[in-house]
DNA sequence: GATTTAAATGATTGATCAAAATAAGGAAGC
DNA sequence: GCTTCCTTATTTTGATCAATCATTTAAATC
């Protein structure tokens, strides 16, 4: 995983705050003070300030001038928007990760999906997704575009507040319809089949983002009949 | 509106170096320091360090820990990556905006563009470059995806400190050469013709990144052979 | 040229300031 | 009498600053 312990507050602490989000551990709407994390983390609130600044600067946090910041509450709109950017930006990812795959990248991926499979079935969610970004990212890294990944990375950290609408249902569907999509990767990049890698990438965005949206679509409309 | 600069300092610091690296006021390889920065925008270090953390973080400046930022020197292999990966973003926002455009902003465009005709005609560096940026960010603007825009700007600031390289002989061979492709774009834009316009954002990219690459190569080759 | 010392510089802290949210109180209206 | 709304005071909280600490660069000395 990456976590590389910097000795530089503010990274730790964006490290710490990025794993968390991902992890889905933070809910959309829920609102982080930075007086309140950093008596958390014990230190001052000057790294904890500038730690929040970089997550509200990428837009995974929302932040009001002189305001705290809160986990924003995405609109289907803005999940549609989420969506079409990380299907072209991570397809496109994909395409070049698969060309220059190696059957060492291919066996790591395989190692991890194993995992994975492992904390699925247990039900360990949280290990589940931190193995489902490990995957993924031991992929891009193939590419070796640090710029590309840290973009990437800043778009997984948007979507992860909305990660937990996907357990279990969407997950359990998704395993039954789809196979072992993460294993047709590792050998697609074993092939360098960049088209067939590209194509699993593109059916697991397009399809886990249209589910969560259908969800947060849902759940608008309940709330309005409620009042 | 009374005052469009930002009520947070560590904002108006991010701003206006951005909008300095932008027009290529720094050299790569330039040192930046914090406590120098301060005394000449007078204030205290702290908003200063977290507008440069910012840009850091987003890869346009490059700081080792405990060290002070500088402008990186990109090798012609990360120019390829850069150009590689504003190939597929920019063209994407340009298709995506040419679909939403609408005659408004094709006028917006044209504006832009005779603004920017006149700049040049003057031999006026700093308002050409302004334009340019104006121009394009006018038209992705148009595809109405914030988190697109702002993962363009931060590719445009990496690309800056080498927008001096293009003046003037590479500007003068592509008036020459391509014609009036801003007007093309903006026809494109009128026309509702995807295809055109993101072809127009491809040649641009490519021709420039390329020119830019073929440059620092040949810098390094001298360099190297003056020891 | 290597080692030690001094200066420069970034990181962190705690204090202070300002703005916003919250709580409290009271007046007006029903 | 009760509620509602507005005003005011208190508390919370973020931004900024200045001082201190730690590390790195440079300067100086041997």
Known sequence: MITPTTAVLRDQVYDRLGALIRGGHFSPGEKITIRDLAKNLSMSPTPVREALYRLISEGVLQGEVNRSAVVPLLM?????????????????????????????????????????????????????????????????????????????????LKTGPYLNLLYPHYIASISAGRGDWRERIASGVEKRDAAAVAEEIRLDIDQALTYISSIITAAALLNQTRG
Not at 103 to 109: C, G, M, V
Not at 150 to 156: F, G
């Open 76 to 156: 289907p709109e803005q999940i549609a928007e989420l969506k079409d950017i990380r299907l072209h930006i991570e397809c496109f990812a994909a395409e070049r990760a698969a060309l220059k795959g190696t059957p060492e990248i291919a066996d790591a991926l395989r190692k991890t999906s194993e995992k994975l499979k492992t904390a699925r079935a247990a039900g360990d969610r949280r290990t589940d997704i931190a193995l489902v970004y490990k995957f993924q990212f031991e992929l891009y890294a193939a590419c070796s575009m640090p710029d590309l990944i840290r973009i990437i990375n800043s778009l997984w």
